[in-house]
């Protein structure tokens, strides 16, 4: 089984009311998964980070349920996808640790995990997601 992973993070104001939007689609573009998650006051890049290590935690869930081959996540933050692949230095100290916090998490998958930058426009589920989550904070 393979999963493409979406996740967006945002926050009003940097740092503002921050939140972020999860989708897990499975091999036949079904919807499996979908969380919507308030940070508080972060940055929109750390709110990126934090989306992206809690869609990790599910996927260490997950995994205990079914057997994965492949896992593809699609960012619209083209700042976290170079640096969790490592092709841009991460200068930020918090960004730094949460960078980390995701790398550990991946050495625990016994499988492949591949991140993938995108258009905003391509991540419009999981953006509807942290909007939600930080409509939901507001209230």
């Known amino acids: 089984m393979q999963l493409v992973i979406h996740t967006d993070g945002g926050s009003r104001g940097n740092p503002g ?3 972020g939007g999860i989708v897990v689609l499975d ?3 079904r919807e499996i998964y ?3 998650l308030p940070f508080g006051k972060k940055t ?3 709110a990126e980070y934090l989306t ?5 935690h ?3 869930r997950f995994n205990g349920q079914q057997t994965l081959e492949k896992v593809r996540f699609v960012l619209d933050s083209k700042l976290v996808v170079e640096q969790l692949t490592k092709r841009w230095k991460i200068k930020e100290p ?3 640790k949460l960078a980390q916090q995701c790398w550990q998490l991946l050495t625990t998958l016994p499988f492949p995990v591949e991140f993938f930058h995108v258009l905003r426009h391509e991540n419009a589920r999981a953006d509807l997601l942290a909007n939600q989550a930080m409509d939901k904070a507001q209230e």
Do not use: P, Y
């Open 17 to 19: 009311l921050s939140g």
């Open 27 to 29: 091999e036949q573009q």
């Open 34 to 36: 979908a969380d919507s």
């Open 44 to 46: 929109n890049n750390e």
């Open 52 to 56: 992206v290590l809690a869609a990790l």
């Open 58 to 60: 599910w996927l260490q």
């Open 94 to 96: 918090r960004l730094k």
